[in-house]
């Protein structure tokens, strides 16, 4: 259901995409790694899987799975970033469903339409604490999360969030999820501080 009215957070990333920022196509490296590695051999054809990606801004990550037959679901707070990702699927003929909303209000998968709905569910790059019992129930049975966002070593580069609320501790991400089973977690601090978790349902 699109939002109405302003508000803050809808306009600061629509700031920023008419900025040209946070609008890449190109899909995080630790995505590919996570689908080779994982969601190709456990979840197997596309077909009828079908993905929600999380705070997905313009979609580069869902368009990616879109063209390799997923139907896929493009939740995000900026409007302009869904239609930006609204008008690249319609250049690619690919068929997305997008979901203009407030993740911050999102209380319950229920709610939010989302209910043991998804085969994958994706999170790059935000960090909402009460909603990871939420990315849980999105899940089906045998479903799988990958989540990649920054850690408070982010700090040391001077770039990205600053914010306690938006980075986690180090080791946070590792149980954050525990009524999952965890097939993979990283934190590097490389060209960035991150934390890398791929688990299953």
């Not at 003929?93 to 998804?118: I, K, M, P, Y």
């Amino acid at each position: 259901m699109p939002m109405t009215g302003a508000h803050p957070e809808r306009e600061r990333w629509n700031r920023r995409v008419s900025e040209a920022s946070h609008v890449s196509e190109v899909p995080d490296s630790f995505f590919i790694e996570a689908y080779q590695d994982y969601v190709d051999p456990l979840l197997g054809e596309a077909g009828k899987l079908m993905a929600l990606d999380v705070a997905s801004g313009a979609g580069r990550h869902g368009l990616w799975l879109a063209e390799r037959a997923w139907h896929v679901t493009l939740a995000d707070i900026s409007d302009e970033a869904l239609e930006l990702a609204r008008r690249r699927a319609a250049g690619r003929n690919l068929a997305v469903e997008f979901q203009e909303c407030d993740l911050t209000t999102v209380h319950s998968a229920h709610d939010a339409g989302w209910a043991s709905r998804f085969d994958l569910v994706l999170v790059f790059f935000y960090l909402q604490r009460d909603l990871f019992p939420v990315l849980v129930d999105a899940l089906k049975p045998g479903g799988l999360l990958i989540y990649r966002t920054y850690t408070t070593l982010q700090r040391k580069f001077g770039t990205g969030p600053s914010n306690p609320a938006h980075l986690l501790e180090p080791g946070e991400l590792r149980g954050a999820f525990p009524t999952l089973t965890q097939l993979f977690y990283r934190e590097t601090v490389r060209d960035r501080g991150v934390a890398e978790l791929v688990a299953r349902k």
